[in-house]
C-alpha cells in the first residue's frame, strides 16, 4: 500500500478521463454518440491488452466463471456511456460532469435494493440531499417556461439517465468482483461495448473528417490508459481514501469548459455541484468508518489475534 501513488494515480485518471470527454464533445456536434462509444471502446482494448502482456495476466487474466454477469454489465455501462456522450452534445462538460456525480448516490440506493446492503439514516440524508443537488443543477433545464431549450432539456433526461445506468453498472461491477479478477472486467466491458455500439451502424453513422478520426481514435487510447490507472490507483490505497478526489473533475470540467469550449458556468450550477459533492464527501466518510469497524470486529473474533 502506497497512498500517495494511489492517489496521484486516481488524479492522473481523472484528468484523463475529462481529457477524453472533451474530445467525444469536441467531434459530437458530426459523429453520433454510439459510433464514439465505438470508438472509446474499440482503441481502448490494444491499450488494456499490452498492459495485461506487460503484467503478465493475459493468459489467465482474462478468465471467466461468469459470461452472463460481463453481458448484463456491458449491457447497462454501454447504455451508461452512450447517453453521456450524447449529453455531452447537448450541454455544457462542467454540467454533465455535475449530473454525472449522482451515479454514486444512485448506488447506495441500488445496493439496499438489489444487494441486500444495510443502509441506514446517515448514508440516506446524505443521498437525499445529494439529490437536492441534482435537483438544483437541473432545475433550470426542466422549468416550464417559453425560454426553457428542448435541446437542454433533453441533454438533462440523458445524462441523468446515464447516471442512472452507471449507477446499475458499478452494482453489476460489485457482484463480478465476488468471482472474477480486475482485468477481466475491465477487457470483457471494452469488447462487449464495443460489439453492442458498432450495432449503431444502422442508425447512421458518419465519416468523421481527418480531426475527427484523430481526436476519436485518442479518447479510446485515453480511455483504456485512464481505467489502467484507476484501476492501479486503486491497488496502492483503499477506495475511502481517494475516492473524494474524483471530485476534481469538475475543477477541471470548468477549466475546460470556459477555455476550451466557452461555457460560463451558472451560479444555480456551481451551488448544486457543491451540495452534490458535499454529499458524496459524506458518503465516502462514512462508508470508511464502516470498513475500519468491520475490520476491528474481524480482528476481535479472529483467534489468537
Known amino acids: 500500500m502506497n497512498p500517495l501513488r494511489g492517489i496521484t494515480y486516481k488524479v492522473l485518471s481523472v484528468c484523463i478521463f475529462v481529457a477524453m470527454a472533451s474530445l467525444i464533445k469536441a467531434t459530437s456536434v458530426h459523429v453520433p454518440p454510439g459510433q464514439a462509444v465505438f470508438f472509446r471502446s474499440f482503441f481502448a482494448i490494444p491499450v488494456i491488452v499490452t498492459w495485461l502482456v506487460l503484467r503478465g495476466e493475459l493468459r489467465h487474466g482474462l478468465e471467466t466463471s461468469n459470461p452472463m454477469g460481463h453481458l448484463w454489465r456491458g449491457l447497462v455501462g454501454t447504455t451508461a456511456m452512450g447517453l453521456g456522450f450524447a449529453g455531452l452534445g447537448l450541454l455544457p462538460l462542467p454540467e454533465v460532469t455535475a449530473i454525472g456525480y449522482a451515479a454514486p448516490l444512485m448506488v447506495v440506493v441500488f445496493a439496499a435494493m438489489f444487494l441486500n446492503e444495510k443502509v441506514r439514516a446517515y448514508r440516506l440524508s446524505a443521498v437525499a440531499l445529494g439529490l437536492v443537488g441534482v435537483m438544483i443543477v437541473l432545475s433550470p433545464r426542466l422549468s416550464i417556461g417559453a425560454e426553457m431549450d428542448s435541446r437542454e432539456t433533453l441533454g438533462a433526461v440523458v445524462v441523468l ?96 469548459g470556459y477555455f476550451i469550449f466557452g461555457e460560463v458556468p451558472t451560479l444555480i450550477m456551481l451551488t448544486g455541484a457543491a451540495i452534490i459533492i458535499t454529499a458524496g464527501v459524506l458518503i465516502i466518510f462514512r462508508e470508511r468508518q464502516l470498513g475500519l469497524e468491520r475490520a476491528r470486529q474481524r480482528k476481535a473474533t479472529t483467534p489468537g489475534a
Open 161 to 256: 439517465g446515464g447516471a442512472f445506468f452507471a449507477a446499475l453498472a458499478q452494482v453489476f461491477v460489485r457482484k463480478l468482483v465476488q468471482t472474477e479478477g480486475t482485468a477481466a472486467i475491465v477487457f470483457w466491458f471494452s469488447v462487449t461495448a464495443t460489439v453492442l455500439s458498432s450495432l449503431t451502424i444502422f442508425w447512421g453513422w458518419v465519416m468523421p473528417a481527418p480531426t475527427e478520426f484523430a481526436m476519436l481514435i485518442l479518447a479510446g487510447l485515453l480511455g483504456g490508459v485512464g481505467q489502467i490507472f484507476l484501476t492501479t490507483g486503486y491497488r496502492h490505497a483503499d477506495a475511502s481514501l481517494i475516492a473524494p478526489f474524483e471530485y476534481t473533475s469538475m475543477l477541471l470540467a470548468l477549466g475546460v
